[in-house]
């Protein structure tokens, strides 16, 4: 896997989270698809690997109220549907980057 340190982590007003990695990729995250991405247990089964969280539950104008770093391996978001559980590693962000190169090389 290609760079996975942030070198800047920015959000983009109410709408994204901007993280440009070590080596210049940039990672554009939308909000709701952040927010359906968290693994937590409250929005993933633990035993069955089954998501909990449908995407049509998750508010359109749902945004980060908080981004807290988790030591030098994760970002941890308080959204603002009141959820802070989900911890999303930097390893996980880089490897589900939306942008059309990434999205190509995952054959998406």
């Known amino acids: 896997m290609r760079g996975t340190i942030p070198?800047?982590?920015?959000?983009l007003g109410?709408?994204?989270i901007r993280?440009?990695?070590e080596g210049g990729?940039?990672?554009d995250y939308p909000n709701v698809e952040?927010?359906?991405r968290c693994s937590c247990a409250s929005c993933v089964d633990e035993?069955?690997?089954?998501?909990?969280?449908?995407r049509a539950g998750i508010p359109g104008d749902i945004r980060p109220v908080d981004l807290q770093l988790v030591g030098n391996y994760a970002l941890q978001l308080a959204w603002s549907d009141g959820h802070?559980?989900?911890?999303?590693?930097?390893e996980y962000l880089r490897a589900i980057c939306p942008c059309a190169d990434c999205a190509r090389e995952r054959g998406e």
């Open 19 to 21: 993280i440009v990695w």
């Open 84 to 90: 802070a559980t989900g911890i999303y590693s930097y």
């Open 34 to 36: 952040l927010r359906f």
């Open 14 to 16: 109410d709408r994204a």
């Open 25 to 27: 990729h940039v990672s």
């Open 7 to 11: 070198s800047e982590i920015e959000k």
């Open 47 to 54: 035993w069955s690997g089954k998501r909990r969280l449908e």
